[in-house]
């Protein structure tokens, strides 16, 4: 693999520093300190399958970056939501079709998470139909990541560590203060070392597509109406203060020290892993072809992308059925049914109703983050 060193100054990100003021209490108003334990002990009980093996786990505390202060960037607690944001007089921002949103559907329940709260927030707690839940969103590596929000079979609450790990959110536990890792969804230190997260779908769309898909959601309405770690807070939401970084070659805040140099380290991939294969499909590539039919370590996949951006990876078997997908306009089209491209649900036909599994566990993300994690990655089409 072709690798380098990839030296960044600070300047992409350090003026973002000046919205992260305050200090670290916690949601019942107490203060505690740094989380930094040295961890060690694996909890065991994990739920889902980890890429945390290629990993040696603890991570030991000197490849931990502190990027802020605990709570500094304060993860909301205590979400509001509603159609839009009209009628809140606290809410000084126009949610706009065009802005990119987290969308998660559970059991019917569908909600979005825009990405103007979440580059400031980058941790929502959450609850559907008692179900806890966390959503979560690194701006330095653009990876959104959806979970049960359970530790040990019990809900808590997740917050903003203030550290990073391989320019990664480093998320911290209510329960027990262990560290994990976001795009792992794997706790890297701490009690907890080596259990994980249960993974649930979610996607990267803009408010426009994702309500079209989705006409009952409900759209996350920002602080001060939604309460967060640290209580009543609020930021500037019409700004995206990580602008200037995503434009850039810029890694991190400045301590990647090697980069896969295949791809620009902001080219915008979605990654499926299986069979112990891993392979990145390109925003570009796949507008090129319009719809991607493939198979990754024995699974048949299919990859397409909307005229917004949106890309999704899905299972392509019907009934038990392997089938090819093709492009129906916005849509896509296979065994006799129109299937929504966000939604991967059969529109008509003889499936209608049917919901595609998804072949990603994580959304797109950037491409030096997923090499990151995923560092015998393919590319495809190369």
Request: charged share 25%.
């Amino acid at each position: 693999m072709d690798r380098r060193r990839f030296l960044v100054a600070l300047g992409g990100v350090s003026a973002l520093s000046g919205c992260l003021e305050g200090g670290p209490p916690t949601a019942d108003g107490n203060t505690r300190g740094d989380t930094d334990d040295a961890g060690g002990s694996t909890a065991g009980g994990t739920t889902t399958p980890s890429r945390a093996s290629a990993f040696d786990l603890p991570i030991p505390k000197d490849e931990l970056r502190r990027g802020a202060p605990k709570d500094a960037i304060p993860a909301i607690t205590a979400p509001v939501f509603s159609d839009d944001w009209t009628g809140f007089d606290e809410v000084n921002v126009t949610l706009e079709d065009s802005f990119e949103v987290v969308g998660v559907e559970i059991d019917g329940i569908a909600r979005a998470y825009p990405l103007a709260i979440l580059n400031w927030h980058e941790i929502v707690n959450d609850t559907f139909d008692g179900r806890p839940v966390v959503v979560t969103y690194c701006p330095l590596c653009g990876s959104a990541v959806t979970a049960d929000r359970l530790v040990q079979g019990e809900p808590t609450y997740f917050g903003v560590s203030g550290f990073l790990w391989m320019s990664d959110l480093v998320m911290y536990d209510d329960r027990t203060e262990s560290l994990w890792s976001q795009v792992l969804a794997t706790a890297i230190r701490g009690e907890l070392t080596g259990d994980t997260l249960s993974l649930i779908p979610s996607t990267i769309s803009t408010w426009g597509e994702w309500k079209a898909s989705h006409p009952e959601t409900e759209v996350l309405v920002p602080p001060p109406v939604s309460g967060t770690i640290k209580g009543r807070q609020t930021r500037r939401y019409g700004v995206n203060p990580y602008r200037g970084y995503q434009q850039s070659g810029a890694i991190g805040i400045g301590f990647n020290e090697e980069v896969d140099e295949r791809l620009h380290p902001k080219t915008s991939v979605i990654g499926i892993t299986s069979g112990g294969v891993a392979r990145a499909y390109t925003l570009s590539t796949v507008n090129d072809e319009g719809v991607v039919n493939d198979e990754v370590g024995g699974l048949p996949v299919v990859v397409a992308s909307s005229k917004d951006g949106t890309l999704v990876a899905y299972v392509r078997r019907v009934d038990g059925e392997v089938v090819e997908f093709e492009r129906d306009g916005g849509d896509l089209e296979a065994a006799g049914s129109k299937w929504d491209l966000v939604t991967g649900r059969a529109l008509d036909g003889p499936h209608e109703g049917t919901t595609l599994t998804r072949a990603n566990d994580r959304s797109p993300m950037f491409w030096f983050a997923w090499a990151d994690f995923n560092p015998e990655t393919e590319i495809y089409g190369r």
